[in-house]
Each structure stands twice: as structure tokens, then as C-alpha cells.
Antibody, heavy 115, light 112 residues
Framework: EAQLVESGGGLVQPGGSLRLSCAASGFSFSALWMSWVRQAPGRGLEWVAN????????SYVDSVKGRFTISRDNAKNSLSLQMNSLRVEDTAIYYC????????WGQGTTVTVSS | DVVLTQSPLSLPVTLGQPASISCRSS???????????FNWFHQRPGQSPRRLIYKVSNRGSGVPDRFSASGSGTDFTLRISRVEAEDIGTYYC?????????FGQGTTLEIK
């Protein structure tokens, strides 16, 4: 059974950094596009970033470009999101999703940016 | 960016009755190779989203056949033939033809 488990969320001050991780199991991780999607409190879904199976292509929503970096380690079946220069508006639940069609989703990890 | 506009935003439905959600795109979602990359997701309160439909009309694994979807170009529809209690929550359309991928604002289905 496919499983995605996110970790690394927490409370951070504006301007701070966090690194999110997503551990994958039960499917061929190295063959699939991977994405990060976020959901601000009481709001809808927002796609944040994704990465090609071999890691050679990465794309970001404009609001996080230059601040967030998506990466993957296919040997460890792991996806990461390095978040720098965090803003209050980055507060959200962050989900990792697997597959070009976003077939599998994790349970999410909560990031709160507040002073 | 592609804007997806869902309607209605709130959908009260009687158990056993049909329901329909529309999603309209600000530009065509047909890629140059002829593919249309468009999904529907369902999110129950307090849970992660779940993919229901991929590439316009394909039901995901384990999705009941009371869910169906259709559409082309800029207009897409999700239909539930007979609403059940477990169908409550928010439904989102999403396009991944164009960068950045974008979601609709969500339609909340509730039982009357």
C-alpha cells in the first residue's frame, strides 16, 4: 500500500527557515513526479512545487520562487522542501503528493509562521 | 496563471439525490499533444485530499462508480449519481496542463 509521511513542520518566526521531509513507501518512488501542495487555515489547496522523477526539472509557484527549494533522494525514497525567508502567509498544512496525477497524498505537516 | 472557477461553491444535497459540480477554466486545458491534464479531488473535513478523477474522466482506484466526470477544453463537470453520507466535504478541480498547476476554489457538499 502506498504511503507518504510528512514531517518537519512547526512554529517559526518570520524570516526563519524550516525543512520539510516526506518519506515514501509502497510504490516506485523513483518513477514518479512528486509535488508539495499547501492549504492555509480555512482555505483551499495551492500547488507549491514539483520535481521530475530524476530530479532534473523543478517548478515553483511564483510566491515561493527564490525562497523554497524542492529536492529528492531516490535512494532513500525521500522528498524534501527547504523553506527559507518564511512569511506569515506561508502558514499552512503542507502535503506531499505522488504521481503526475497526484494519486497519493500524505497526511500533511503544519507550518506556522508567527512572531 | 490559469484560473479555475467552480460552481456552485456550496451544494446542499438530499441523500440519494444526484449532484453536479462545474469547473470552468480561463483558458483551454488541451495540451499540444492532445492530452488534457485535469483532475477532481475530494477532501473530507480534517483529512487529506483524495484523487477521484484524473485526466478529465478516469476514475481513480477504489472510487465508487457513482462518481463520473466529463468535459473538454475549458468546461468540466463532476457528477455524483446518488449522494451518500460519506460524500460530504469539499471538492476541488485542478489543472496540470499549464504551469503553475492550479486548483479551483472548492465546492462544499453538505447533506440537507
Amino acid at each position: 500500500e502506498a504511503q507518504l509521511v510528512e514531517s518537519g513542520g512547526g512554529l517559526v518566526q518570520p524570516g526563519g527557515s524550516l525543512r520539510l521531509s516526506c518519506a515514501a513507501s509502497g510504490f516506485s518512488f523513483s518513477a514518479l513526479w512528486m509535488s508539495w501542495v499547501r492549504q492555509a487555515p480555512g482555505r483551499g489547496l495551492e500547488w507549491v512545487a514539483n520535481i521530475k522523477p530524476d530530479g532534473t526539472e523543478k517548478s515553483y509557484v511564483d510566491s515561493v520562487k527564490g525562497r523554497f527549494t524542492i529536492s529528492r533522494d531516490n535512494a532513500k525514497n525521500s522528498l524534501s522542501l527547504q523553506m527559507n525567508s518564511l512569511r506569515v502567509e506561508d502558514t499552512a498544512i503542507y502535503y506531499c503528493a505522488a504521481g503526475g496525477t497526484s494519486e497519493y497524498w500524505g497526511q500533511g505537516t503544519t507550518v506556522t509562521v508567527s512572531s | 496563471d490559469v484560473v479555475l472557477t467552480q460552481s456552485p461553491l456550496s451544494l446542499p444535497v438530499t441523500l440519494g439525490q444526484p449532484a453536479s459540480i462545474s469547473c470552468r477554466s480561463s483558458q483551454s486545458l488541451v495540451r499540444s499533444d492532445g492530452n488534457t491534464f485535469f483532475n477532481w479531488f475530494h477532501q473530507r473535513p480534517g483529512q487529506s485530499p483524495r484523487r477521484l478523477i484524473y485526466k478529465v474522466s478516469n476514475r481513480g482506484s477504489g472510487v465508487p462508480d457513482r462518481f463520473s466526470a466529463s468535459g473538454s477544453g475549458t468546461d468540466f463537470t463532476l457528477r455524483i449519481s446518488r449522494v451518500e453520507a460519506e460524500d460530504i466535504g469539499t471538492y476541488y478541480c485542478m489543472q496540470y496542463t499549464h504551469w503553475p498547476h492550479t486548483f479551483g476554489q472548492g465546492t462544499t457538499l453538505e447533506i440537507k
